[in-house]
């Protein structure tokens, strides 16, 4: 299968934003290379082969994503939206040029190199680790998902992603019922089972994350009857609302970017239970007061807590 390459050229500091612009339009598979250094918080617990001697950050950085060299028509119409995404973009912060550069690869160039980037890394007590590498003597002494996403977004080595685990390893107690809203590799679904709770529903608008969801549990050998995994849209399809069930949820965790959690905040609370807890996260900090005002709208919410990672944000809230 043929892919047509796309390399926006670009500054460090709109990796995150430019990225963020990605997901808006469907594009979650891109890769970001850079001459940035890790920090010692991200190193720490990192199990990873890390170069001694990186080249001076110059604060360049080129972030390439691929589409489906069959559907010209359809690439054609993303990357206009994209260059007119990008042109904004330029307007607020240094975003370089932001040249789109075009090319043709294979599947094979992209789909499985970037494993060898991803190793075992430990969150608290939480060791995640690709199913590809061995389980060490020092990931037993604690908890143990393996995962492999697969082309569904979610190792858990994002910070929205890292925001939520943090958030789920406080909240879950034994016995509680959490809904896992854009599921993604399924990874927050395993995370609440292996911290207590009873049942956990899973969904996502696309049919990979179903899939890849199904697939990590069965690697880390979660009970098929604690977790259930739908597509559909919890937001506008009132049928599948009434699937997912009202007044049910002890929490509720969407790690979505604010164009959806905005629009979620107006009904979620109806699938809460009195006193349940719902965590958002995706937020880049710049939107953060966009989503804390949905929130804020409605008066069944109160929130608890923000909490950042980097350029990101984290919302813990209570239903009253």
Sequence with gaps: MKWNRYD???????????????????????????????????LDGMFAEIPPVLPADDGKAVISFYLDADRPEDNRLKVDELKTALSAIKENIDAGTCEIEESVTRDTDWINNWKK???TFKINDLYIK?????????????????????????????????????????????????????????????????????????????KNAIKASYENCKENHIDDKKVEF??????????????CGYSCYDIVCANILPVVLVPLTETVDQHMKSGAFLIYSG??????????????????????????????????????
């Design 8 to 42: 926006i050229y670009t500054t460090t500091v709109a990796t995150d934003i430019i990225c963020a612009t990605l997901s808006e339009l469907g594009i979650n598979g891109f890769e970001i290379k850079d001459n940035k250094g890790l920090t010692e918080e991200e």
């Design 117 to 119: 980037y991803w190793h």
């Design 130 to 206: 690709p199913t590809w590498e061995e389980e060490t003597d020092e990931i037993k002494k604690g908890k143990v998902i393996s995962l492999d996403p697969g082309t569904a977004f979610g190792t858990g080595t994002h910070e929205t992603t890292r925001l939520v685990i943090g958030e789920l390893q406080e909240l879950v107690t034994p016995g509680d019922c959490v809904l896992d809203i854009g599921c993604g590799s399924g990874i927050l679904s395993i995370v609440s089972v292996l911290y207590g709770a009873e049942k956990v529903l899973g969904i996502d608008l696309d």
């Design 230 to 243: 739908l597509r559909g849209d919890i937001i506008s399809d009132q049928e599948f609302k009434e699937r």
């Design 283 to 320: 937020i880049l900090n710049e939107k953060l007061a966009e989503v804390t005002d949905a929130i804020n709208k409605n008066h069944a919410l109160e929130i608890v807590d923000t909490k950042t990672d980097g350029e990101w944000s984290s919302v813990r809230i209570r239903k009253k």
